[in-house]
């Protein structure tokens, strides 16, 4: 498997993912309607609106991430292909849990399945990793301390996909804020990303 | 973040949503009507045609100004790459606000968040253009001309979305025919694009 | 305008538009209903699927058109890629168009509709012919008679387009078959595809 | 016919098609509905689920196999083009056939269906290698073993496809798992792909 065309497809699924977030918003029928019930059906989707922001830091996080991780990779095996189709389709499944998420802010049931996801995510990046590390797939110049760097970052990012999902059970709310934490956290360079601030004229 | 991979996910995200503009064309189910019926029906979708071609010339002005500005710019650092996470959401969002528009072509709330969009939009690029100065990211070859060029251009872009978007609150066709003219006035080369004419073919 | 990069945003539109047209095909909710009765339901999808089959040829032949073009064409100028914008909004619109005809083949409207999206498209190209024509944009090794069998076919291409929408004003049955017809002719290499097809190692 | 626009024209159509597996998720209207009534809801959508899982896993393979098989291909004419086409055509349909299964899992027409799309695939992909081999189009460096393990490999996937899909009229549970079973089976490296996983550097 060319490496170049194992990015070129993930960038794809990314984008594409990314993109259709927007689907996440509907609008009943209201042809004839008063402005004002237009207004207020436009301002009734802002939990719409939030998990939408929310799920475009997160997709856009998880999308540096891959890079941060895959520029440190010198070769790409079955294995990984495999481990990177299992991220890949909880990635493209994003936009059901978040217009779910959007339609059903406060609940206990769409805030779950968000974290769900994100933590099932978070898993196939940390088994993605470990299998890099299992067979040195790394390039010689990486250092060990920057592959033990990332390794704490994931399990990390993972104990608090897997927190907040659980928070979804007690208290929705805080749950779906813990998620918008996470999400703004990872916005700021650390580890491998951090690393990788220093030479990025490349 | 490398520079060609932080591009391709951008065009990415801009060919996929204009793309998807074209989502915000429904017909009622007319099966067993008559060729008159469905004529009108088509015929009654104008508003979204309208809509749909602002939308598909909005964000390809948008992907040109991206091009156009990248092609200055040596490097690309996380703060550049936020900022642009930024200005994609609110690119990812114009489908919505087109297909809203095109439904409610002359209301008020649809006309106020289609400015809203591209306020919104304008903003992250002038955020984006005072990063990109504020931290030298641009070719030694660059001249300060140039950027002052493109950064009056950019100004005066916001200026006419912010002032048309406020125009949707008293007359909202206005407000519609504001944007159609600016998408076609930007469809003109100025400024760093007209730059970029004198070598096309690089 | 980099060539590459608005070669590759054109790719990802006719990319993206010929797979979006899969959303032509919509059931009925039919939870709970009998084998026979979802039998039935799917084998009523059978003008989608020949709709499908022919917007998927159509928008297949022109990408391989602008491949086969733009192979041609040394620099891209403001103007062609004005011009292109035009041909893409066009190919973009073409699933709506499809999802119409599927869903009423032998309808004048939704007939006619879709041949006049197809002799939009055939106009755009002529038009961005005529421009690069016109701007000598082409390599210095392409003869005028290669320049001149491309003008032949696209003028070809356009009087069928034009003939065959006009035709779904009085016996759209016929005006369907002959898009087929011209869909099945044009993959078939002639002019400046018949040209490239003795290179096609490069 | 350029080969690497080609291949990024049908990774795009891959891409683009995996990522729409999604809109097989549709919940009903519950807004106001009871948290019981929006988890029983979520959890009665595992049919769409697992046909999902299966779905991307079939589409990630076609991807993987597309890139074997055209990495050992030296040139692409306009023939393997027009079956590229009509392979493509297939791939884009799965993500209707896919929501079918999910709505309608246990039942003949919409688990027959999806055996008619892979049986369809398979027999494009068959259809493609032998015009590859009959106009040696491979790289001289490809061994004719390389060669007959592949043709071996696509006889037994159509075999299995057409067989599973045979079994949809009788038996659609077993059809269904048998889906799945292929799908696993064929993620374990075999044929061209185990010749590939050697040199997996590149």
């Known amino acids: ?58 997709i856009g996080i998880m999308w540096q991430n891959h890079h941060a991780l895959f520029r440190l990779v010198a070769r790409v095996d079955r294995t990984v292909v495999f481990l990177n189709l299992l991220l890949l389709g909880g990635t493209a499944f994003i936009p059901f849990a978040t217009s779910t998420l959007g339609s059903y802010p406060a609940s206990a049931p769409a805030t779950f399945l968000y974290g ?51 928070l979804a059970m007690i208290v929705p709310v805080v749950s779906f804020a813990a998620y918008i934490a996470i999400a703004v956290y990872y916005l700021v360079p650390r580890g491998v990303d951090a690393d990788l601030a220093d030479d990025s004229t490349s």
Chains 1, 2, 3, 4 share one sequence.
């Open 1 to 58: 498997m060319n490496k170049a065309r194992f990015e070129a497809f993930s960038d794809g699924v990314f984008a594409f993912a990314i993109t259709l977030l927007v689907l996440g918003f509907v609008l009943p029928d209201l042809r004839g309607a008063s402005n004002r019930t237009l207004t207020i059906a436009l301002l009734h989707l802002w939990p719409n609106l939030l998990a939408y922001a929310l799920s475009f830091g997160v």
């Open 116 to 166: 769900l996801v994100l933590s099932y995510c978070s898993t196939a990046y940390n088994l993605m990793l470990a299998h890099l590390v299992r067979v040195r797939a790394f390039f010689p110049s990486v250092t060990p301390e920057t592959i033990a760097a990332t390794q704490r970052a994931y399990r990390v990012g993972w104990i608090a996909y897997v927190t907040a999902a659980a």
